[in-house]
């Protein structure tokens, strides 16, 4: 019996271990998988954009912003629903009252950023305005030769940025010189008294932008987007004498009765500026009187539809200077808010 009993529990296990090996194989689930997530657009996408450095100026004084149904916003919100996804900040070097020096410029970035707006810095190498009728040095740099003055350039240039770069902050786009019709910082660097003197300006501070940040498109930025002779006779000095840029800038202020004629030179300007020198192309200010926000509207329409029909995408954007001043603020009469602080219908442009 005892034998017996010992050949049943042999069987016995046999058969269990059969069972286990015959029964199915458990295999484990499948890992979901990740989701995709849609990518930010590309650095190079058109850019729909507002000059808006006057905004922590006009906040201090109490101005407030409106969306169309009357809704009180903050002012990148409202430029965003615009369809606007860019900001341009001017930089002075040492500026009286304080506004557009480093630390107010950090702060207006700071708020760009978190709007998710891309972000465009425009150098004056001025303590206030400079444009094509005044080019003035800062005080500091007065009395510099044009050696010391180029390294300034780099300086000041390298200081803002680095400042930018230390908040995680990278301007896509970077002006070196404001509307320089006629070079800057005279009269050393007046381009009519020596071209090679502002190339080598140019020159500098575009160094300083690569130092920085080498992603940055360096924009050389004149005013009378539709005057090609200014151009031409502009760029190839600065192309002669060793200056370096990735972006032509252009300014573009029409009347209501002659944008369609301004534009179409614009537009031939433009394409003549790429294939001349194989640059990009940006218009980085626009503007018309907040009275005449239909053509206004027409002409902006007009104007991107042209910047974006550019060859080889070379159109990078457009620009609306200021068009959040209203209601006589600086007696800036070309914005885009009526004097409610609504946005005109010259905004509704942004919106394709």
Sequence with gaps: MRKNWFIYVLLFTLILGCKKSSSPVITPEPEPEV????????????????????????????????????????????????????????????????????????????????????IMIDFHYSDSWADPGKQPKPVAWIGQNISLLKTAVYNHTVDILTELKNNNITAEWVQVGNETNNGMLWEEGKASVNMKNFAELILSGYNAVKAVSATSRVIVHLSNGYDNALFRWMFDGLKANGAKWDVIGMSLYPSATDWQTKNTQCLANMNDMISRYGSEVMICEVGMPMAEAAAAKSFLSDLITKTKSLSQSKGSGLFYWEPQAYNGWQNYKLGAFDDTGKPTIAMDAFLN
């Design 35 to 118: 989701p995709v997530i849609p990518p930010v657009p590309p650095a190079g996408s058109f850019a729909k954009g507002a000059d808006i450095s006057w905004l922590t100026e006009m906040e201090a004084n109490n101005v407030k912003f409106y969306n169309n149904a009357g809704t009180q916003q903050d002012l990148l919100q409202i430029l965003k629903d615009k369809g606007m996804n860019s900001i341009r900040l001017r930089v002075w070097v040492n500026p009286a009252d304080g506004w557009c020096n480093k630390a107010d410029v950090l702060a207006k970035a700071k708020r760009a950023q978190v709007a998710g707006m891309r």
